[in-house]
């Protein structure tokens, strides 16, 4: 079993920064590949990026590849999205997710999410 907990959401204008961060619990962190995935009211939700347990690859949404990045650090149990240039489409709530294995596009765990809101 693995929990997840993000953190990092928050309201900012177009063109600002923001970065995202979830934390794992469990020892096995390190055999994960995590993602980020994003739901906006009345959308579906869309995978925004992931990376492989070591991070030696990573996956990114068409709409966000070149302004967002994603990360990890093993030794913290910690991925991270680095989200630059942010548009108000970007607007949605933000969930780490987790695969054990795989490519981070078919996860296992969820977190609880955390809203991201760009104003125009």
């Known amino acids: 079993q693995v929990q997840l907990v993000e953190s990092g959401g928050g309201l900012v204008q177009a063109g600002g920064s923001l970065r995202l961060s979830c934390v794992a619990s469990?020892?096995?962190?390190?055999?994960?590949?995590m993602g980020w995935f994003r739901q906006a009211p009345g959308k579906e939700r869309e995978f925004v990026a992931a990376?492989?347990?070591?991070?030696?690859?990573?996956d990114y949404g068409s709409s966000v590849k070149g302004r967002f990045t994603i990360s990890r650090d093993n030794a913290k149990n910690t991925v991270y999205l680095r989200m630059n240039d942010l548009k108000p489409e970007d607007t949605a709530v933000y969930y780490c997710?987790?695969?054990?294995?795989?490519?981070?596009?078919?996860?296992?765990?969820w977190g609880q999410g955390t809203q991201v809101t760009v104003s125009s």
């Open positions: 990376i492989t347990w070591s991070g030696m690859n990573t």
């Open positions: 997710s987790a695969e054990r294995g795989g490519w981070g596009r078919s996860p296992e765990y």
């Open positions: 469990g020892r096995s962190f390190s055999s994960y590949a």
